[in-house]
C-alpha cells in the first residue's frame, strides 16, 4: 500500500514523473560525488559536459508541458498526495522559469569551477579562480532575474536553497545575533584561552584517525549497509537514495576533533537522508530541499551532542586507547574543555561553535554584494581580509587560508552559507525539544546510546521527507518559529559550566 | 580544426547528438563501474531504477525519428564522417529494432542479475542465481528475435558484440583449435608439469601485490592521470571518456602472478581507451564496440609480454625485492617456467594460454544451447560439469569453481564469451606484426622499455576508434583475415624453447 492515491490516475502519473527525475538527479548526484572522489585527475572537462547533457535532459522532463498541464489538473486525495503536488509544483514552477541553454552552462561552469577552485587553492592564487567564478556570478544574477524579485536578487537565489527565505529575514536573525556576539566572543575567549594547551594539534597518524571516524560514525546509528564514507577536499553529504548515502570527510592529521566531529557532521545529515520514509524514497518528497532542516541535523550532532563533555565520556578512553602517547595524561575534562575553547580562527569549518556565525556573516555580506552588483569578483580577497579582521580580529595570511577555503561559490551554492547559521540555531532550538523528552539524554550518550536522540529525531523529522515546509517543520517540532533564543541559552548554559 | 566536417551543418547536427549519446551512456558505465566497486550493499534496487531510467532515456534519444531522419539526409565528405554516418547507423538500427520496454527491463535485470550473482557466488548455490538467469534468457531470446536472424536467435546476440559475426563463423574457428588443442594440451602438461613447483602459490601480502600490480601498471604505459584502478569481485576495463578509464582488479593472495597479470590485462583494454584520438572522443567513433579487437589488446600485454621471459627479466629482479622470503633462491627462468605451467583448471580467469580456449568453448557451447532452447536454465550445472570433464579433464567440486564463476551472463552479456578466445588469436597474430616491424622488441621489453609496442598499438589500432571495422582492421593491420595460425606459431615456438 502506498501512501500515494495510486488509483488515481493522475496521481499515479505524477509519481512515475518524479520518479523518474529522482532517477536523473541522483544519476547527476553519483557524477558529481565521483568528481570529488574517484575521478581521474584530467576526467574533468568530460564530466562537465557528461552533467551539463544530463542537466539539459533534467530540466527537459522537469518542464515538460505534459507536467504542467497535469499539475493543473491533478486532485490530491490523501496529505501526501497533496504535498507532492505542491513541492512539484513548486520545483515545475522555478524550473519553467530558467531557460534550458542556462541551466546546461549553469551545470557545465558548476563542474569546471569545482577544478578552478581546487587548482587555484592548491596554487594559494585567487586569480587562477577569478575567471570561473566571474562567469558563475554572472550566470546567477541572470538565473535571479529569471526567477524574479521583490527587494534584492539575492532573495531570489536564497529562495532556491530555502523556501521563501530572504536577505531582510537573514539579517533580521543574524545581525542581532552579531551583536550579542561581538560582547560574548571576547569574554569567551578570555574564559578559555586557558584549556588552549595544543594537546589536539600534535602530529595523530591518519589511518587511525580514520579508522575512529568510522567507529564514531558507525556508533551515532549511521547505517555503512546504506551508505558509505569516503575522502574528498572538502566534506560533503550526497544522498543518492535513502539506501545509498554517500558521506565524505578529511583526515587532518594536527586535529583529530575536527576530524571526527566533521565525520559525525556529515553522519547527521547522512542519517537525515536515511531517515526519509521508504514509501517517500524515489519520489520528490523523499528529497529534502530545505538547507536549514538538513544543517540542524548535522549541527544538531557534531554541536549539541559531539562537543558535550557526555560524548567523550564515552568515546574518550576509547580515543585514548588510540592514542596512548599523544594523550598521555589526558582526561575527559581537560580534553572536553580544550576542545571547546573559543578563539578566532581563520577556517570556518575548523571553528568553534560561536565564532561560526561571523564566518557565516562574512560569506553572507560578500556574497549578497556580488549578486547585486556592489563588489567585483577581483576585490574579494581584499574584501574578505578586511571583514575578518574586523568581525574575527584575525589578519589573513594567505587566499587558501581566506577566500580560497570554501568550495562553494565555484559550484555556484550563492545564496547557501546562511542557512549554515540558521540550522545551527534551529538545531539547538530542536535540542532543548529533545531534552524536554528526554531529560535523561546527556545520561544516555555518557553510556554511549545513541537511540534515543535519533529516534526522535527519525520520528519527529527525518522520515517526512519533504512533507512539510521548513517553516511548519519548525512549528511541529520545537511548537514555535525558529530565532536564535535556544541558541544563546544553549551556549550560556554549556560555558557556564 | 575538425576531423569532422561541421560547416556542413548536418554533419554538425550528427556529431551533437553523438555527443549527446556519448554523454548519457558514460552516465550509464559510471553507474555500472559504481555498482561493482562502492555501492552502498543495499543501494542495487535503487541503482536497478536508475540504471532502467537512464537507458529508457538514451533508447529514446537513440532511436528518435529525427534523427533516423537525419542519417537517411546527411551527406559524409572526409573519412570521418563516412564512418560516423555508418556507425550511427549501424546503432540507429539495431536500436530501433527493440521496444523501449525491453530495454529498460534489459537494464534493469542485469543490474538485478548482478547482485543475484554475487549473493549465489558468496552462497556457492546455483538456485540462487536461476530464476534472475531465467528472465535474462528470456530477455535475450525476445532481444534476438527484434533484431532477426537467419540460422540461429545466438547470431543476433553475437552480432550486437561483434559485428558480423556468426555461430558457424565462431565454430568454423573454434572447432578445428579445439581439435590441434586436444593434441596439444597433453603434450604440453607432461612437458611443463616439472616445473609446477607451487612457489606462486604461496601466501603472498595482499597491499604489496597491489602496491606491485600499480607499478607494473604505470611502467607499461596505462596513464594514471587519465585512469584508475580499484577492486572488485570480477576485474573489468569501463572507459567513460578517453580521458577517464577505470580498470579493476582483484587481489588473489595465493596467485601473485594472476594478480599482476590481471591488471595488466586490463591495462591492454584501458590503454586501448585511452589511445583513442582526441578528435573522436565524446562521438561514436570514440567508443570501440569491437570486442575482438578489444580482447586483442589486453591478450596482446597479458599474454604475448606478460608471459613473455623477457618481462619477467625486467620485473622479476624488482618482484624478489618486495617479496624476499616467498621467492629466496628463485631465478627469472624458474618462475617464468612456473608461470607458464599448461595444467587443465577449474576457473577462467586464472587459465593458461593455452587451456584458456575450452573454458570458452564450454561456455559458447552453453549459451548457445541456452538461446536456442536446447537447454533449460537449472539444467546448466550439470551440463557445466560434464563439459569440463569432457574437455579439461577436470571435475568440477562446487558451483562458484564451476558455473558460477563468470559475471557474464547474469549481467545479459550473452554471445560474449567466444569473442575472448577470437580476440586471443587476433593477439598472436598482431604480434607477428609488431615483431616484423620491430625485431628487437624482446630485447627491449627485457629493459622494461614499452615504448615501442605501445607507439606500435596506438598508431595502427588504438588511435582509429571505431574507424575501422574490426574485418578491416584485421586486414589493415595484418595483412590477413583473423586465423589461428599465428596463435598457434606463437605456441609452438614458445613451448619449443
Known sequence: ?????????????LVAISRELKDISSAIALLAWDQETYMSPKG??????????????????????????LLD??????????????????????ATKLPRSLVQELSKES??????????????NFSLFAPSLE??????????????????????????????????????????????????????????KQYDKGVLHQKFDGQKLWDFSM???EKIGFDLERGRQDKSAHPFTMGLTQSDVRLTTRILEDNPISTILSTVHEGGHGMYEQGVSPELDFTTLGYITSLVAHESQSRFWENMIGKSIEFWQYFFPQLQATFPEELE??????????????????????????TYHMHIIVRFEIESALIE?????????????KKIKEYLGVDVPSDSLGCLQDIHWGQGLIGYFPTYSLGSLFSAQIYESVLKDHPDLPHAIAKGEFEKPRKWLNEKIHTHGRLYTSDELAIRVTGKPLSSAAYLRYIEDKFAR
Not at 564530466?47 to 507536467?67: C, F, V
Not at 489538473?73 to 522555478?94: C, H, N, P, W
Not at 563542474?111 to 594559494?124: C, D, F, I, T, V
Request: with cysteine; proline share 3%; net charge negative.
Open 1 to 13: 500500500m502506498s501512501v500515494f492515491t495510486l488509483t488515481d490516475p493522475n496521481i499515479k502519473k
Open 44 to 69: 574533468a572537462l568530460a564530466r562537465a559536459h557528461q552533467l551539463e547533457t544530463l542537466s539539459g535532459i533534467y530540466h527537459d522532463k522537469a518542464t515538460a508541458k505534459s507536467l504542467g498541464k
Open 73 to 94: 489538473e491533478v486532485k490530491g486525495i490523501s496529505e501526501f498526495d497533496i504535498a507532492l503536488i505542491r513541492e512539484m509544483q513548486r520545483d515545475y514552477t522555478l
Open 111 to 124: 563542474s569546471l569551477g569545482l577544478e578552478a577552485w581546487k587548482h587555484a587553492r592548491e596554487q594559494n
Open 135 to 192: 562567469r558563475m556570478v554572472k550566470l546567477k544574477r541572470e538565473v535571479a532575474r529569471c526567477y524574479g524579485y521583490v527587494d534584492s536578487p539575492y532573495d531570489a537565489l536564497l529562495d532556491e536553497f530555502e523556501q521563501d527565505l530572504t536577505k531582510k529575514k537573514v539579517e533580521a536573525v543574524l545581525y542581532p545575533l552579531r551583536d550579542e556576539l561581538k560582547v560574548l566572543i571576547p569574554k569567551l575567549v578570555t574564559q578559555t
Open 215 to 217: 567507529h564514531v560514525l
Open 329 to 354: 595524561g589526558e582526561t575527559v575534562e581537560s580534553i572536553w574543555r580544550e576542545l571547546n575553547v573559543i578563539k578566532p580562527s581563520l577556517i570556518r569549518v575548523d571553528a568553534d561553535e560561536v
Open 373 to 385: 552588483g556592489r563588489l567585483a569578483v577581483h576585490d574579494i580577497p581584499t574584501e574578505w581580509n
